[in-house]
């Protein structure tokens, strides 16, 4: 037997103790918000990515418990620049404030806010500017909905009512 593989048999029985539980195991919470969260319409390219992930993690609503609200603001900045003065290099900042509702009474179960940052290169032609544009933007929203459905499915236990 390796080091490694040591370590983490010996490694197991300290994280059962301490009440760790896989999310996607069978006492975990993860799996009760498969295909119970109906996201919001989207709206616009940066909109349809940011669902297009959040179902991928999901699922497509069955039987949806919850409505899944959202905004999603990005901003381009120029951080590479010739002596020319011309921009290289481009950071797409992204934000996603979101909030979980009961689908039936309308509460909120839940809040949050993603945040993160992709970059792009703009040297070549213009078409694969643009492509590198819109790449980094797919990225940026498979990101923020990577947090979200992390946040969700960290507290999905006590937003179904499973015992801790």
Do not use: H, N
Not at 123 to 151: C, F, H, K, N, Y
Request: charged share 20%.
């Amino acid at each position: 037997m390796s080091w490694s593989d040591r370590r983490t048999f010996l490694l197991l029985p300290l994280l059962a103790a301490c009440g760790f539980t896989p999310a996607y195991g069978p006492a975990g919470g993860g799996g009760v918000l498969q295909g119970r969260i109906a996201t919001a319409e989207p709206r616009d390219k940066a909109s349809f990515d940011l669902v297009a992930r959040l179902e991928e993690r999901l699922g497509t609503p069955q039987a949806p418990l919850y409505r899944l609200d959202y905004t999603i603001r990005t901003r381009p900045m120029g951080v590479g620049i010739t002596p020319e003065g011309a921009v290289t290099r481009y950071t797409l900042t992204g934000v996603a404030d979101w909030r979980l509702v009961e689908a039936a009474t309308g509460v909120e179960r839940l809040s949050g806010r993603a945040e993160s940052f992709t970059s792009y290169s703009t040297t070549g032609s213009t078409v694969a500017a643009l492509a590198a544009e819109e790449d980094a933007q797919v990225r940026l929203m498979r990101i923020l909905a990577d947090q979200i459905v992390t946040r969700l499915t960290a507290d999905a236990r006590r937003l179904t009512g499973i015992a801790p």
